[in-house]
């Protein structure tokens, strides 16, 4: 949990910097990249967040790690001969279409420009439709020969024309600055400006 102390001191400096600056656009540059910084931290890091799931925010860095990859995930990349990195970070996608920029004389915009990038932040859960042809139904059986398992038996099986899985995402907050990162923004901004 970051202190209002830090918060407020953000605040005043950057009244301060508003009454000194008229463009504070060179000020926002710098934010921008140290909090480009941090974000690319949590990625490495795999995660540093407070641990709240029901109030994610930017201003919820903590210590605490993402929930690590689930077994069936751990399995499918296995299966697809790819490596277990870090969560979020196998392919670099999403860390890819992170942008931290600053907009207008006063602000600062943060966008993730993925079409996965919100189920990440903040977890949920997914319901995919999933038809079931008749080469989904020779893999399932393929799968019951080689492993002997029942449940590949019931999908070879089933008279259903479409599966509906429930997928938990769990959240992976990646854009939250710590209270560390909020101190040296302010450090800078006190030192430099």
Known sequence: MISNDITN????????????????????EVVSALIERAISENFDGRGRWDGNENDITIFSGGSQKWKALA??????YQRLGWELE???NR????MSTIEVRPQGKSSI???ANSPYAAI???????????????????????KYYNTGLVNWKVLALTKK?????????????????TEEDLEEILELLTNRF
Do not use: C, N
């Not at 392919?91 to 999403?94: D, E, I, M």
């Not at 903040?122 to 995919?128: F, S």
């Open 9 to 28: 001191s953000l605040s005043r400096k950057f009244i301060e910097l508003q009454k000194q600056f008229d463009d504070l656009t060179p000020v926002l």
């Open 71 to 76: 077994s069936s995930t751990k399995e499918k």
């Open 86 to 88: 870090p969560t979020l």
């Open 91 to 94: 392919s670099k996608g999403l």
């Open 109 to 111: 915009v943060i966008s």
């Open 120 to 142: 990440h932040q903040y977890g949920g859960t997914l319901t995919p439709t999933i038809l079931i042809t008749s080469k989904m139904r020779k893999f399932f059986w393929a």
């Open 161 to 177: 024309k479409e599966l509906k899985p429930v997928i938990q995402i769990p959240a992976r907050p990646y854009i939250t600055l």
